[in-house]
Structure formats: structure tokens, C-alpha cells
């Protein structure tokens, strides 16, 4: 997959993003509007879609607050490729997010990630 451009963009723009694709938040609490304040919006563009991310600093790690998108091809290696060189760019020694879906865990997992911790739900009736 070629990369055609990585950009930081508006926050109205990965409002948008958010609002288009929802992201699935374990604890309900986030919206579009509160994961975009977290911290600095990308967006990164291929040949066969694209996607917006969040990226914020929190002492040794860049942290990916939120990231939706859409492609033909898989964007998880590229992604991953850009923020772990945005974090040593920015002298980060870690990155770091969390997930709720079974399969990025597991691409994440191919590409050298391990999980660290787990977010216990039960609903009540």
C-alpha cells in the first residue's frame, strides 16, 4: 500500500472523522469532540482510502487516543509505522492505546505489541 500523505489536520476535520465512523468507547463516556481534545489530529491518505488518528503525549508514551478509517487495503501496518517513528521522532520510548476490537489486538500483537491490561464490563438487566 502506498502512502500518498500524512498530515495534521483540523479538529473540526477528525470531527468529523469520528462522528462518520463511531468509535467504540468501553466506557461511554467519549464523544468525537472530547477524543480530539486529547490531543494532535492526523490524517493519513493511500491509493484505497485513509484514515484520521489522535495522538497525545503522555510522559515516555505517545498514546493513540482514537483512529478510525476506511481502506480497501489494511491500513494497521502503516499506521503503526507512522506513529511508532512520530513517537521516536518525539522522543517517546513507548506507544500505547486501547482497544476493544478482538482483531487489531491480534494484528497488534504480529507487529510486536503486547497487551498490558483489560477493561472489565458487566451490564446489568
Do not use: N
Not at 36 to 54: I, Q, S
Amino acid at each position: 500500500m502506498a502512502l500518498e500523505i500524512v498530515q495534521e489536520v483540523s479538529r473540526e476535520r477528525a470531527v468529523q472523522a469520528f462522528t462518520e465512523t463511531p468509535i467504540i468507547d468501553p466506557a461511554g463516556t467519549s464523544t468525537p469532540e472530547s477524543l480530539t481534545a486529547a490531543g494532535v489530529p492526523f490524517e493519513l491518505k493511500t491509493a484505497t482510502g485513509g484514515g484520521v488518528f489522535v495522538l497525545e503525549r503522555q510522559g515516555h508514551v505517545l498514546w493513540i487516543t482514537a483512529a478510525a478509517g476506511k481502506a480497501t487495503d489494511d491500513l494497521t501496518e502503516l499506521g503503526f509505522q507512522l506513529v511508532e517513528e512520530t513517537a521516536r521522532q518525539c522522543g517517546c520510548t513507548e506507544v500505547g492505546f486501547q482497544t476493544s476490537r478482538r482483531g487489531l489486538v491480534h494484528k497488534s500483537e504480529r507487529h510486536g505489541y503486547e497487551v498490558a491490561g483489560w477493561i472489565m464490563r458487566k451490564a446489568l438487566r
